[in-house]
């Protein structure tokens, strides 16, 4: 094989690794519950915050996002209206900015017949598709899972955060940026990788043509 050859089959190897590189995903979160009506919400963290992960095209990464508890001691009237809750993403990389994915808690009597049992409730609207890179090619999903939590007999509810439940996040790379947007140094060291190949070549071939 002489250098032109290895020298194109370099770059196809190149552009192979660039279009299969893992994407970085970091990214904050806080949440917005409710606290003055309904079933009052308290959480708190399970993951890292910020979390990242590194995730190929197609791949999932499912976690505990938070923790999610009532302090009341009782399902009460009021507490089986459905009040709003928001967790704010912020995604530092890839920059897209701030997005929210929403839902509802409430306080339900449920169990045998409806009336044996006290628990909260939330769900969620549904996965939300975040985008990113200069484009805006770039999709990465998130869903969150419903849950039931402080459920208690008919006499009230098993208050507290120990009696909370985690609220499980799942993040998936749905599409990857255009080329464009791949990361400066992920490129710059393919480049340099290959640049040391072809002087390697080059010069084993100046070597063995002397001999």
């Known amino acids: 094989m002489n250098i032109y050859s290895k020298v194109s089959a370099a770059f196809a190897l190149l552009f192979f690794a660039v279009g299969a590189?893992?994407?970085?995903?970091?990214a904050t979160y806080s949440v917005d519950a409710n606290n003055g009506d309904g079933l009052l919400i308290e959480t708190s963290d399970a993951s890292p915050n910020p979390f990242i992960y590194n995730l190929m095209l197609g791949e999932s990464q499912t976690f505990g996002l938070f923790n999610i508890y009532t302090n009341e001691g009782s399902v009460n009237g009021d507490d089986q209206i459905a009040r709003d809750?928001?967790?704010?993403?912020?995604?530092?990389?890839?920059?897209?900015?701030?997005?929210?994915?929403?839902?509802?808690?409430?306080?339900?009597?449920g169990g045998f017949?409806?009336?044996?049992?006290?628990?909260g409730h939330v769900s969620w609207d549904g996965p939300e598709i975040f985008t990113y890179g200069a484009n805006s090619?770039?999709?990465?999903?998130?869903?969150?899972?419903?849950?039931?939590?402080?459920?208690?007999n008919i006499f009230g509810l098993n208050d507290g955060e120990n009696r909370g439940a985690t609220i499980f996040a799942t993040i998936t790379?749905?599409?990857?940026a255009t080329v464009s947007d791949v990361p400066?140094?992920?490129?710059?060291?393919?480049?340099?990788?290959?640049?040391?190949?072809?002087?390697?070549?080059?010069?084993?071939?100046k070597f063995m043509s002397r001999m």
Not at 21 to 26: G, L
Not at 184 to 205: D, I, N, T, Y
């Open 184 to 205: 400066e140094p992920h490129m710059l060291a393919m480049f340099g990788l290959l640049l040391v190949g072809v002087g390697f070549a080059a010069q084993r071939r």
């Open 137 to 152: 090619d770039g999709q990465i999903e998130v869903a969150l899972q419903d849950a039931i939590f402080n459920r208690g």
């Open 113 to 119: 017949f409806t009336l044996f049992a006290q628990e």
């Open 21 to 26: 590189y893992a994407v970085p995903i970091e």
């Open 173 to 176: 790379l749905l599409q990857e």
């Open 85 to 109: 809750i928001f967790v704010n993403f912020g995604f530092l990389q890839p920059d897209s900015g701030t997005t929210t994915v929403s839902g509802e808690t409430e306080g339900r009597f």
